[in-house]
């Protein structure tokens, strides 16, 4: 058995619940790992950690409620089969779907509610580009953005040397894949 601290393991694969409980915070960690993996009471800890019981058992549910966290997701296309499509790929990832949004107005309603740290937008809405409603987003909050559309030289026309990611319609779903985890993983 290993004398390391818990701080310097290092776990293979870059995901899984090794990686998630070393994204908390020290003490937090610290709190996980005496109640879920060595079994202490919430008293026991507290004792340990020099806190009350209550604020063990707060840090506690909030450590699991932070690991169990799923990136979310916006869809921006106004083709409801497409979006249904995009949607289910992005659930077999074990991704969240923060919503389907048709045009800006639904799309900054549910990035109020739910801050998506991934974009999957179409570039020809009914009103107005992906990109103008992927603009209005970013006045908000940042998130990467993938474009798919049936224009993508429009897309690349309009971003010039802007780094975005643009798939072009009919989508491949690997291509999608590859495209949501690289950017999940930057």
Not at 59 to 70: D, G, I, P
Not at 125 to 140: K, P, S
Request: proline content about 3%; some cysteine; aromatic content about 4%.
């Amino acid at each position: 058995m290993s004398s390391a601290p818990l701080a310097e393991v290092r776990f293979s694969g870059g995901c899984g619940i090794g990686t998630e409980l070393l994204k908390l915070p020290h003490q937090r960690r610290q709190i996980v790992a005496l109640r879920a993996v060595m079994g202490f009471s919430y008293g026991d800890v507290g004792e340990i950690m020099g806190m009350t019981e209550a604020a063990v058992r707060r840090a506690y549910v909030s450590s699991l409620l932070e690991m169990r966290a799923k990136p979310a997701v916006l869809i921006i296309e106004d083709e409801a089969m497409i979006a249904l499509d995009l949607q289910k790929i992005i659930k077999t990832l074990g991704l969240s779907v923060a919503g389907i949004a048709k045009n800006r107005e639904e799309a900054l309603r549910i990035v109020g509610l739910s801050h998506p740290k991934l974009i999957v937008a179409d570039y020809r809405l009914r009103d107005e580009t992906g990109i103008d409603v992927v603009n209005a987003i970013r006045e908000q909050i940042h998130a990467d953005v993938i474009y798919i559309t049936a224009h993508p030289e429009a897309v690349t026309e309009q971003l010039g040397a802007a780094s975005e990611v643009v798939l072009s319609k009919p989508f491949n779903a690997r291509a999608l894949v590859a495209a949501v985890q690289s950017k999940l993983a930057a």
